[in-house]
């Protein structure tokens, strides 16, 4: 059982398009976290939300934590070849607990 | 701050040969280190997770002999797959959490080890 669902799976759009990735649970975690990794290294953080409703920019990235901290979405405004890559949300129950990965989401940006 | 280093970034070995990857936090105490497996296009499947100075505690279906972990300093844990097979093949990566970061579990990644056994 899928703790943290992503979708959609796979996404490819044209360059300058928007776009929102989707991260939802059943459970209720203390915070979540967005991993951004390009094909051949490591996942890189992105953010983390811990504040239901709470909403963090960075740059042409907008992240959303849930009113009650089940879900989260990730939108990308005018998205760039640059931003190819496997979006992967991760979320904490508790301190004490390990952190749970959804399977990710797949991005091509095609110039 | 919170690099994570990984040694080798990729390798090949022969099939029946052992293979050690390290894992080292290059400007953060890493209290906790983690190691994943992951298959293209997939997300990551935890393997292990180790403390320093403690025994690593296994997930479960890793086979704990075959996946040697060694968790030796606040900057260095090993992995060492023994009597490799090719269905070992894939990308490795481990990750840690320390002193760096706001927030404990926030996890730092090393840019993965890609292991192929022939």
């Known amino acids: 059982t899928q703790l943290l669902e992503q979708s959609p799976q796979f996404l490819s759009i044209q360059e300058g398009e928007n776009l929102t990735v989707y991260c939802n649970s059943s459970?209720?975690?203390?915070?979540l976290q967005w991993y951004r990794q390009e094909p051949g290294e490591g996942p890189v953080l992105l953010v983390t939300v811990v504040t239901g409703g709470e909403v963090k920019k960075l740059k042409r990235l907008t992240f959303q934590f849930g009113d009650a901290r089940k879900d989260s979405s990730l939108h990308i405004t005018a998205a760039q070849p640059g931003d190819t890559g496997l979006y992967l949300c991760?979320?904490?129950?508790?301190?004490?607990?390990?952190?749970?990965f959804g399977p990710g989401t797949s991005l091509s940006v095609i110039p | 701050g919170a690099v994570v280093s990984q040694h080798p970034s990729w390798v090949i070995c022969k099939s029946g040969t052992s293979v050690k990857i390290e894992c080292r936090s290059l400007d953060f105490q890493a209290t906790t280190m983690f190691w994943y497996r992951q298959f293209p296009k997939q997300s990551l499947m935890l393997m292990a997770t180790s403390n320093e100075g403690s025994k690593a505690t296994y997930e479960q279906g890793v086979e704990k002999d075959k996946f040697l972990i060694n968790h030796a300093s606040l900057t260095l844990s090993t992995l060492t797959v023994t009597s490799a097979h090719p269905e070992d093949s894939s990308f490795y990566i481990c990750?840690?959490?320390?002193?760096?970061?706001?927030?404990?579990?926030?996890?730092?990644f090393g840019p993965g080890t890609r292991l192929t056994v022939t």
């Open positions: 459970s209720v975690f203390s915070s």
């Open positions: 991760a979320g904490v129950k508790t301190s004490y607990d390990k952190v749970i």
């Open positions: 990750s840690a959490t320390g002193t760096s970061g706001v927030y404990s579990y926030e996890q730092y």
